[in-house]
């Protein structure tokens, strides 16, 4: 999903569309995510998967969780970065915003990701691609 989100916003860019990629961590409260998460509808295809050597896994994943997420992790921090991202005038918006109460290392992996991206594009002359280019009327009639 995140390189989705990553080439969606580059290709956006020429089109006068400007995105944030919002990223947020684990919370064990305050949302159903991991209640629905991993539950296929296939479910005789879960049960044969769930039989197998990843016997009890998920609920492994919950009891890891628990462990690193602090108690008191609000998943209403996710919409508030939400908010100041859509506030945030035109041009001036991260690029990616990490909201992860545990402090897995997902951010530091996603700057080095998006700083050589960057350091690529520049290289290969699409450098413009990373800002979002600010449409005229001339030109958003054209588009």
């Known amino acids: 999903m995140d390189a989705l989100a990553v ?9 006068g569309i400007e995105t944030s ?6 919370f064990t409260g305050g949302t159903n995510h991991f209640a629905h998460a991993g539950s296929p509808a296939d ?3 879960a049960a044969e ?9 998920a609920d492994e994943v919950l009891k890891g969780f628990s462990f690193i ?13 939400i908010v100041r991202v859509v506030d945030t005038p035109f041009g001036k918006r991260p690029f990616r915003v990490h909201v992860d109460p545990t402090q897995d290392g997902a951010e ?14 520049r290289r290969i002359g699409f450098g ?12 958003q009639n054209a588009a």
């Open 7 to 15: 080439i969606y916003a580059r290709e956006l860019t020429r089109w």
């Open 21 to 26: 990629i919002i990223v947020p961590g684990a």
């Open 43 to 45: 479910t005789a295809r």
């Open 49 to 57: 998967y769930e039989a197998g050597p990843y016997k009890g896994f």
């Open 69 to 81: 997420v602090p108690p008191d992790a609000d998943v209403s921090a996710v919409a508030e970065a």
């Open 108 to 121: 530091v992996v996603n700057m080095v990701s998006d700083r050589v991206r960057a350091e690529l594009l």
């Open 128 to 139: 413009d691609l990373l800002t979002p280019r600010v449409l005229t009327t001339k030109s």
